[in-house]
C-alpha cells in the first residue's frame, strides 16, 4: 500500500511566529543527548509544577479522585512526578519532530514483538491500542521504525501546530486523521498497523459512561466499530522509561472479543488502563481533562471552569456544530449545545462587527421549553465565519 499523505502546507502569517519561534527552541533542544534530553526534561516539569497552576490543579484532582487511598502529601508527590514525566515527554517530542536521525536501537527495547508477528502472519493488521501515558509519543513512533504504522489521530485546532505534527510524525509513522476513517480500515485491510489511542474524551455523543478507577467516565466506542469493519486483533501497547536511561515498549497480547458489544469492550480497555496505571501511577498524562464529561448534563464539572471567552478557531467550530443537539439554520443561527443556548451574530465590515454588543441586548434572556437562559458574559469571535458566537446560559 502507497503511503497515506498527510501532511498540510506550512501556514504563513505574523499571527504563527510565536508558535514557530517555539518550535525553533525545541528544535534546539531536540538535538540533545537523551540523557541531557531527560536532566532539562525533568526541569522542564518542575517549571510547569511551580508556574502552570491551572495544569497542576487538574493533575491534583485527577489523582485524588483515581487514588483516594493516598495520602494528601502521597497524593501531592504524585502530582509534582507526574509533571516531571510530563516535561520529559515533551523534550523526547522535540527529539522526535525536529530533531535528527540516532541510533534508535540503543534507546528503545522491544517486548511482546511476538503477538505483532502472529497478526501479521493472519494477515489482518493490528489496531495497536495505545494509551495517553507521558511516553506516549516516543512509543509509537520507534515501534515506526520496525514495522509500517498509520497513527489516528485528531486534528489540531492551531495549523503551525498541526504542521509541524504531521511532519514530524511522517518521519515515523503515516498520520491518518481520525474523520478518514476509510483510510484507516484500508491500512488494516492491507495487513499494516494502525496506533490508535482509545482513552479520550470526545464528549457524550460518541460515548458510553463505563467505570474508571470506579469514576463513570466517558469512553468512546470507536473501537467496537473499527475492530467490527476491520476484523483485525486490538492489541495494547504500553511504553516505560527504566532506570537505566532507556525506553521499554511492550506489546501485549490481544484483548478477548472485541468488536461484539460497545459497553463490554470499553470496560475492557479501561480495566487494562486502571491496571497498568495502578502499577504506574506517574506515567499518565493526569494533566488532561479526562473526566471533563459527566454522565448527566446537570452534574457539575469536576474542574475549574475553562476560559470562556477563547477564539473559535476551524476546527473548534466544527466541534461545536457535531455536538450541538440541534441547529437552526444554514448558515447556522442558533443551536443548543452542553445545556447552553448559543446565537450567532455575522458581520460584514468593522461597522456591522461593532455592533455585536447591541445584538446581544436583543438577545440577553430567553425561554426554551419552559426554561430562561441569560447571557453571563460568554461570548466567543469566530474569525474565519465572521461571526460571534453568544453563549446563553441557564
Not at 489521530?153 to 514530524?168: F, H, L, T, V
Not at 485491510?189 to 463513570?216: C, E, L, T
Not at 438577545?363 to 441569560?374: K, S, V
Request: proline content about 6%; overall charge positive.
Amino acid at each position: 500500500m502507497s503511503k497515506i499523505p498527510h501532511i498540510p502546507e506550512r501556514p504563513s502569517g505574523i499571527q504563527h511566529w510565536p508558535t514557530w519561534a517555539f518550535f525553533g527552541l525545541m528544535s534546539l533542544f531536540g538535538r540533545l543527548p537523551y540523557p541531557a534530553i531527560k536532566v532539562l526534561g525533568k526541569g522542564i516539569g518542575l517549571l510547569m509544577y511551580r508556574l502552570a497552576k491551572s495544569r497542576v490543579r487538574i493533575a491534583t484532582i485527577n489523582i485524588q479522585l483515581c487514588f483516594p487511598h493516598l495520602n494528601e502529601q502521597q497524593q501531592a508527590a504524585l502530582v509534582r512526578e507526574n509533571l516531571i514525566e510530563t516535561g520529559i515527554g515533551m523534550l523526547e517530542t522535540s527529539m522526535l519532530w525536529f530533531g535528527g536521525q540516532r541510533r534508535w536501537s540503543k534507546l528503545v527495547s522491544f517486548k511482546g514483538l511476538e503477538h505483532l508477528d502472529a497478526a501479521l502472519a493472519e494477515g489482518r493488521g493490528g489496531l495497536l491500542l495505545a494509551f495517553h501515558l507521558t511516553s506516549l509519543e516516543i512509543g509509537g513512533s520507534l515501534l515506526g521504525t520496525r514495522y509500517k504504522i498509520g497513527a489516528l489521530y485528531r486534528r489540531n485546532e492551531d495549523p503551525a501546530i498541526e504542521y509541524a505534527m504531521c511532519k514530524g510524525r511522517s518521519k515515523f509513522v503515516d498520520p491518518i486523521p481520525r474523520e478518514a476513517t476509510r483510510d484507516m480500515i484500508k491500512y488494516l485491510k492491507n495487513n499494516q498497523f494502525v496506533w490508535y489511542a482509545a482513552d479520550q474524551d470526545y464528549g457524550r455523543r460518541q460515548s458510553i459512561f463505563v467505570p474508571f478507577f470506579n469514576i463513570p467516565t466517558a469512553t468512546i466506542t470507536a473501537t467496537t466499530r473499527f475492530a467490527k469493519l476491520s476484523k483485525s486483533p486490538v492489541i495494547p501497547m504500553t511504553q516505560q522509561r527504566l532506570s537505566n536511561g532507556t525506553i521499554e515498549v511492550t506489546i501485549h497480547p490481544p484483548l478477548p472479543n472485541i468488536g461484539n458489544n460497545e459497553e463490554q469492550d470499553a470496560l475492557t480497555i479501561n480495566q487494562f488502563l486502571e491496571s497498568y496505571l495502578t502499577q504506574h501511577p506517574a506515567d499518565y498524562l493526569w494533566v488532561h481533562r479526562r473526566f471533563k464529561t459527566r454522565p448527566s448534563e446537570s452534574d457539575a464539572s469536576l474542574y475549574p471552569e475553562k476560559k470562556k471567552n477563547r477564539p473559535v478557531t476551524p476546527e473548534r467550530y466544527k466541534n461545536i456544530i457535531e455536538a450541538a443537539d440541534w441547529v437552526e439554520g444554514e448558515p447556522p443561527e442558533k443551536l443548543f449545545v452542553h445545556d447552553e443556548l448559543v446565537y450567532f451574530y455575522y458581520y460584514k465590515g468593522l461597522l456591522q462587527k461593532s455592533r455585536w454588543k447591541q445584538f446581544i441586548s436583543q438577545i440577553d434572556e430567553q425561554t426554551l421549553d419552559g426554561e430562561t437562559f441569560r447571557y453571563q458574559g460568554k461570548v466567543r469571535h469566530c474569525a474565519h465565519k465572521q461571526c460571534y458566537l453568544v453563549y446563553l446560559q441557564k
